[in-house]
């Protein structure tokens, strides 16, 4: 028996090198136990709530947490204890506001243990506010945009990185590295990023072949003076209403060699193309907005009991109160079919007429729109549908992608129309749209034997060229966006306005709130997605703190509200050089971003207070809506004739006709 020894001792190895390989087997897959942690926002603002998440805890177990603050004396003083209970997940959160001292956070059991220690120190909430400051007043001030946005994105990464002196280094570095690669790796800002290109060649193609000088031609048939010229473009702003971004681009491209003609400045085909993109988009029933207004509507009445109404109809019943919006369209048709003018608009239309023919709009210092003046190519005929089929190219696939993929997402069954399209792709149906454009531009001018491929695709790539600086703006815009969201700009805003909320007075603060945050900001979406959610249950508990929740009373002071938050938005969008549809009104009419700004302000304001005091104010004190618009139209008539004049000729140009 001996000889078996061996191989007994061989089969012991063996299975205690397996049981071993087991035991560390079942110690791996055994699922750790998590260690209590607290966890925080990086950046944490004096006296704005922030919220303190707990993980790692016992689901169902009570805990306390103890806040101590040191005193500019070196003591310390402990604030009173508050409580948390674990969830299912062994998780739990709390809100607390802070001031300017340095915290340590302490998380402490039932047994009196200290679980876990986590040490705050917030920094002034005002310090929020100081980029997009920075860059309004440098781009108003010296009329150096990207100098502007730059040097906001650099006092922001200051910010964040504490404020000591090597923390201007490092923001040096993350201000393209971090926050301008972040805006370019975002999936919807790439694809307005294509679009605009891809409309560049469009309009690049179209230029060289005659297109646009043959709608021209064809337009100027018909508009015989600068009122037409101006009601034209107003049109076109309602007729292009599917999309804030499409609109202002087709209308600016189409309408501006049509102005120039006629001795219409730039800076007025911007603020017709820019007071009627977005005003027009956020009031119509079927347009890319209102899947996001609606989403938003949801999501906020989703915590409220007793309210039951669907979000479309809140967002339609809140349409009527969007007295913005609605008087914006009115002041620009206004303006068009009067002829009047006053402030800088009206420096800007006297020059225009004094110089007929020329360039109107870029700053010699500074060509915000550098396009490439991309002349007719000599010897062709100038054919107006080289450059309108290829528009409406654009405008039925971009239409048809939104309901495609809205049809899609919303799956078989019958579906209302502004349905389909409030959850329809539009950033996918406008890359769809554009492609679709240049590609029908390229068969048009190969066909007809105008250029060949070569020169086609030289003045494709010129048209893409117009584009970069605007872009290049553009991506610094959303890039400062990025690091007012990191430093929770909004947050302290609604912070310090909200508390001044009252039924009366809800719809005025809310579109005050809204219009100073998309100002400072230059996001309207973004001011809706960050108030929204707060809005509605806010002033539902407002009201119903007052017994006028669901009544007759009170539920045109919450659909005002709800239209506060959108009006409000788009006003401050308009007043902000920040903001992404202004930029693209500068742009696509070849006006100097700036000149636009200053040009279209007086009138923004003008209609933004009568707004305000005809919309949202006479609603507060329980007046019709319908009464509070027409006085507020009535208002803006007044206004105009009283402040503005027609624009003269001076006698040694050449009489043109004025409509």
């Not at 790692?56 to 004396?73: C, K, N, Q």
């Not at 409030?422 to 390229?442: I, N, P, Q, R, T």
Request: charged share 10%; hydrophobic share 50%.
């Amino acid at each position: 028996m001996h000889h078996l020894t061996p191989l007994l001792r061989q089969c012991f190895g063996r299975a205690c090198c397996w049981a071993i390989c087991l035991a560390f087997a079942a110690i791996l897959a055994s699922p750790a136990h998590a260690q209590p942690d607290l966890s925080t926002a990086e950046l944490i603002l004096a006296e704005v709530p922030t919220h303190i998440e707990a993980s790692g805890l016992e689901p169902g177990a009570s805990y306390r947490i103890e806040t101590r603050h040191t005193l500019p004396s070196g003591s310390e003083r402990l604030l009173p204890e508050r409580q948390l209970i674990a969830d299912d997940a062994g998780q739990a959160s709390l809100e607390l506001v802070l001031g300017q001292e340095t915290y340590t956070v302490s998380l402490v059991d039932a047994d009196n243990v200290s679980l876990a220690t986590a040490v705050l120190d917030p920094i002034p909430a005002w310090l929020s506010l100081l980029p997009a400051l920075s860059a309004i007043t440098l781009a108003l001030a010296f009329r150096q945009v990207i100098v502007a946005l730059f040097t906001g994105l650099l006092l922001g990464g200051w910010v964040l990185h504490g404020m000591h002196p090597t923390a201007l280094l490092n923001a040096f570095g993350d201000s393209v590295n971090v926050h301008v690669l972040n805006a370019a790796s975002d999936s919807d800002h790439m694809s307005i990023v294509l679009f605009c290109l891809l409309i560049g060649g469009m309009v690049g193609i179209i230029s060289r072949n005659g297109g646009t000088r043959g709608i021209a031609e064809r337009i100027s048939r018909v508009v015989r003076g600068r009122r037409q010229a101006q009601s034209s473009s107003a049109l076109l702003g309602l007729a292009i209403f599917f999309d804030d971004y499409a609109n202002a681009l087709i209308v600016g491209n189409t309408m501006r060699h049509i102005t120039d003609r006629l001795c219409v400045s730039r800076a007025k085909l911007a603020y017709l193309v820019d007071s009627t993109a977005a005003p027009v988009s956020a009031i119509m029933l079927v347009t890319t907005w209102i899947g996001f207004q609606v989403g938003l509507i949801s999501e906020a009445m989703a915590g409220i009991d007793g309210w039951d109404a669907s979000a479309y109809s809140v967002f339609v019943n809140a349409i009527p109160y969007n007295a913005y919006p609605i008087l914006a369209l009115v002041f620009v048709f206004l303006v068009a079919w009067t002829g009047r003018d006053f402030g800088p608009m009206l420096k800007a239309e006297r020059r225009a007429l004094a110089s007929p023919g020329e360039r109107q709009g870029l700053s010699s210092r500074e060509a915000i729109v550098e396009e490439a003046d991309i002349a007719t190519k000599e010897g062709i005929p100038h054919r107006a549908l080289n450059a309108v089929v290829p528009m409406l190219v654009l405008v039925g696939v971009t239409l048809g992608g939104i309901y495609t993929t809205g049809l899609a997402s919303l799956g078989e069954g019958p579906h209302l129309l502004r349905d389909v399209f409030g959850e329809g792709d539009s950033f996918s149906a406008m890359m769809w749209g554009s492609l679709a454009a240049c590609l029908c531009a390229v068969v048009l001018t190969l066909a007809q034997g105008l250029m060949r491929m070569t020169e086609t695709l030289h003045y494709w790539f010129e048209g893409v060229k117009s584009m970069l600086l605007p872009i290049t703006i553009l991506m610094m815009a959303w890039a400062l966006a990025g690091v007012n969201d990191a430093l929770h700009t909004s947050d302290y805003l609604v912070s310090v306005l909200g508390e001044s909320l009252s039924p009366q007075w809800l719809p005025a603060v809310i579109f005050c709130l809204a219009g100073f945050t998309a100002f400072a900001t230059g996001s309207s979406w973004g001011v809706m997605g960050i108030m929204m959610p707060l809005v509605v249950p806010l002033a539902w508990a407002v009201l119903d703190h007052h017994d006028m929740a669901g009544s007759a009373e009170g539920m045109p002071l919450l659909y005002a509200s709800v239209a506060g938050v959108l009006a409000g938005a788009v006003w401050g969008d308009h007043c902000s050089p920040l903001a992404e549809t202004t930029l693209l009104a500068a742009m696509a009419s070849g006006c100097e971003l700036i000149e636009h700004v200053t040009t279209q302000l007086p009138y923004a304001l003008l209609v933004g207070l009568v707004a305000l005091i005809f919309g949202a104010g006479m609603t507060g004190l329980g007046l019709p809506w319908w009464l509070g618009l027409g006085a507020g139209a009535l208002t803006l008539t007044a206004c105009l004739y009283l402040l503005g004049q027609r624009a003269t000729v001076p006698s040694s140009t050449p009489t043109l006709s004025h409509g």
